[in-house]
């Protein structure tokens, strides 16, 4: 995979961004660090004319929390660009809607999870529609909309056919390590880029989470995040990546959730826990990039494309955790999906991501490293379809094979990379 040109990539979140100023009165973009966020609202703010407030400048700051109110006047939409730093400046945005509240009016960016400041839990109540931006998608890098998720939604019979597949498991690997930071990919694979994965992981933790929180074991930080790196697309085990940094559970459950509110992690949760009694309760981890899960692993493309034993279980939880983060990413410019999850029985049936409907119905996806996909690998999902009856619309197998066919009853085995392929 050749570096990413410098010149800007269109993000899908930009048009949905721009349909929903004409209903919501305040947006919030909230995601991780150098995703793309300043940006966008660069784009947004030279669309309308105004001015970006930005509060990464320590000197702005200064004069924000001193007097935030005079801040937040001026012409729709005003545009704040990482507002966490300053959340008194919420109460100002409040203030100034109790006279005047119209859609458009203020846009916000954040790094920091929303729910995870406490001056900003109730500020904005009602009157916030907060959106996330994740890193690039496929489909964004290739200049392709992809429409894959929401295919799956409206009909899920079209999985079964498309055209062959040429992507092979060396560009699969490529893709996976390289993540879709922006500034991650414009750099050359290697030293260049490990570099910049290290940097962003440790000013991650220096700029936001310490902002966030008095944290007393601070070196345990990246210590315990290259643990739950380990654990991407596994049921989440805090107990273990506590022992394995000697840390107070306690303390290492505080610092998770740090390392989520700053979009390092994420948790995805359980989803159909009242399906029957051996659905489990507990949320898989992911890390928010596999590039970073991959660094953090030190795992380079050479040597996941071995064939050791190792490093095919290395490469499968990676590729889940590149899949899951690229149907959430289409998942996010959806109207049609209301929630999102996986699902996991106690005796170890899973399926990896179910996306559910407003009307209560379901799609499943299920990830394979492997180019064939066997009978008994079907298991959960066939076991998610009884479960559900007709409320099961579709699922998929996502594998590296080249065929998409349907394989049974709303089963269907597709090619991991039709999920940016453009329908034919």
């Avoid at 490529?174 to 440790?202: H, I, K, M, S, T």
């Avoid at 740090?258 to 826990?273: D, I, K, M, N």
Wanted: net charge neutral; glycine share 8%.
């Amino acid at each position: 995979m050749a570096a990413l040109s410098r010149d800007l990539v269109a993000r899908r979140l930009l048009d949905v961004v721009r349909d929903r100023l004409a209903v919501e009165v305040v947006i919030g973009l909230q995601g991780p660090r150098s995703v793309g966020k300043s940006t966008l609202l660069r784009i947004l703010a030279a669309e309308a004319g105004v001015s970006v407030l930005d509060l990464d400048d320590p000197a702005l700051r200064d004069a924000v929390a001193a007097d935030p109110r005079t801040f937040v006047k001026g012409p729709s939409p005003v545009c704040i660009d990482e507002y966490q730093h300053v959340p008194v400046i919420l109460d100002a945005i409040k203030a100034e809607l109790n006279q005047e509240q119209r859609p458009g009016r203020f846009i916000i960016t954040g790094s920091t999870r929303h729910e995870a400041l406490p001056q900003a839990a109730q500020a904005l109540t009602g009157r916030l529609h907060m959106l996330t931006v994740h890193p690039l998608s496929q489909g964004e890098l290739a200049g392709v909309k992809e429409d894959f998720v929401e295919r799956c939604l409206v009909r899920p019979s079209s999985l079964g056919t498309s055209a062959a597949s040429t992507t092979t498991r060396a560009d699969y690997i490529r893709r996976v390590v390289a993540g879709g930071f922006p500034a991650a990919l414009q750099r050359p694979e290697g030293a260049v880029r490990n570099r910049w994965f290290d940097d962003y992981v440790e000013q991650t933790i220096a700029r936001d989470l310490l902002d966030l929180s008095k944290v007393r074991q601070r070196a345990k930080l990246p210590q315990l995040l290259a643990r739950l790196a380990g654990q991407t697309a596994q049921v989440l085990n805090v107990a273990a990546a506590a022992r394995a940094v000697d840390l107070e559970q306690k303390t290492a459950d505080i610092y998770t959730k740090l390392l989520e509110a700053v979009f390092l992690v994420h948790r995805l949760s359980a989803w159909g826990t009242t399906l029957n009694a051996r659905s489990g309760a507990a949320p898989k981890v992911h890390l928010v990039d596999s590039g970073v899960a991959a660094r953090l692993l030190r795992l380079s493309s050479d040597r996941l494309a071995s064939l050791q034993p190792a490093a095919l279980t290395e490469f499968g939880h990676l590729l889940e955790t590149f899949v899951v983060g690229e149907i959430l990413k289409q998942a996010s410019w959806s109207d049609n999906v209301s929630g999102c999850g996986h699902w996991r029985t106690h005796d170890g049936d899973e399926v990896d991501i179910v996306l559910e409907r407003d009307d209560g119905h379901v799609v499943a996806f299920e990830v394979k490293a492997g180019s064939r996909v066997l009978g008994g690998e079907l298991r959960g999902l066939r076991k998610l379809r009884v479960a559900l009856g007709d409320q099961f619309i579709g699922g998929a197998v996502l594998y590296t094979g080249e065929r998409s066919y349907t394989h049974e009853d709303r089963i269907h085995v597709v090619p991991i990379d039709r999920l940016w392929t453009p329908a034919t």
